[in-house]
């Protein structure tokens, strides 16, 4: 299983981004999600999707940022607007299986003030 990770960048206080995520196909997949790692502090959840397309988002960004996914392309998408300093972060992309918990490499947001 493989996934990659896209479009990290720098913006400013109050404006958008969109991380994209291609990962591997798989038929045990119970979810994708997006976890972000803030310097000096512990990687935490972000935004997940299930194989039934609830979502859930941390009390953070609930309201600012929207995941999304297009199965046709196996891409997972982080819509983040109203970016704030405190979203800066390397963020990941995780696919959840029954067997197993995949990781992309990170792509780093840069949220200035």
């Known amino acids: 299983v493989q996934l990659q990770a896209f479009r990290g960048g720098l913006v400013q206080t109050g404006g958008y981004l969109t991380l994209s995520c291609v990962t591997s196909?798989?038929?045990?997949?119970?979810?994708r999600g997006w976890y972000r790692q803030a310097p000096g502090k512990q990687r935490e959840l972000v935004a997940r999707?299930?194989?039934?397309?609830?979502?859930n988002y941390a009390d953070s960004v609930q309201g600012r940022f929207t995941i999304s996914r297009d199965n046709a392309t196996n891409t997972m998408y982080l819509q983040m607007n109203s970016l704030k300093p405190e979203d800066t972060g390397v963020y990941y992309c995780?696919?959840?299986?029954?067997?197993?918990?995949?990781w992309g490499q990170g792509t780093l947001v840069t949220v200035s003030s």
């Open positions: 196909r798989s038929a045990f997949t119970i979810s």
């Open positions: 999707i299930n194989r039934n397309s609830q979502t």
């Open positions: 995780n696919l959840q299986t029954a067997f197993n918990n995949y």
